[in-house]
């Protein structure tokens, strides 16, 4: 990837967007968030896996801002319903859905299931595209954890208010934002993510 000192966001998510950000500041280059190109395309995350997902969205912004691009796409994986909601965890109950929808599905999905049976385990898929050579490099974050039996905490966003991280004893709602981004599943696909940056982009710090 050519040197750059400029990396775009591929993400409309203004929750996401600060903490992406947040993981990304130490890099000593200019991080830009898809509000600054209003005309870029809004990408149908209708792939597969959450790999597919950040390929597509890093490849079509990439190609727009004709700058690098950095994606993530995220999966929820509960073993007591045989993996859902997966690739589906941001539209789990249903197109439009809110947060709280989300969340509140999957507690009812859960009533009655042991603590012992609610384990989970959250994805990230990260992908940096370059736009010259259409190169795209994909890592990944996990975390494991449990699917607590009634919402704790009111930060973060997505299902964090329900997600507990065990040797914490708290739920990812719960953790302050410099408590989160040393643990989460996103914090350490955007680990990967910093050290391919470190690499490409030399005169980044």
Known sequence: MPVSTELVLATRNPHKGVELAALLADLGIRIRTLDEFPGAPDVIEDGDTCRANAIKKAKAVARYTKLPAVADDTGLMVDALDGRPGVYAARYAGAGAT???????????????????????????????????????????????????????????????????????????????????????????????????????????
């Not at 009655?112 to 384990?119: A, H, I, K, S, Y």
């Not at 975390?143 to 507990?164: K, N, Q, S, T």
């Not at 040797?167 to 990967?192: D, I, M, W, Y």
């Open 99 to 205: 947060y709280t929808d989300n969340w509140q599905k999957l507690l009812r999905e859960l009533a009655g299931v042991p603590p012992e049976r609610r384990r989970a385990r959250f994805v990230t898929a990260a992908a940096l595209a370059c736009p010259e050579t259409e190169r795209v490099d994909v890592v990944e974050g996990e975390l494991e954890g449990l699917i607590a039996e009634a919402p704790a905490g009111d930060r973060g966003f997505g299902y964090d208010p329900v997600f507990c991280v065990p040797e914490l004893g708290k739920t990812l709602a719960q953790l302050t934002p410099e408590e989160k981004n040393r643990v989460s599943h996103r914090a350490r696909a955007f680990a990967k993510v910093k050290e391919l940056l470190r690499r490409k982009l030399p005169r980044s710090k």
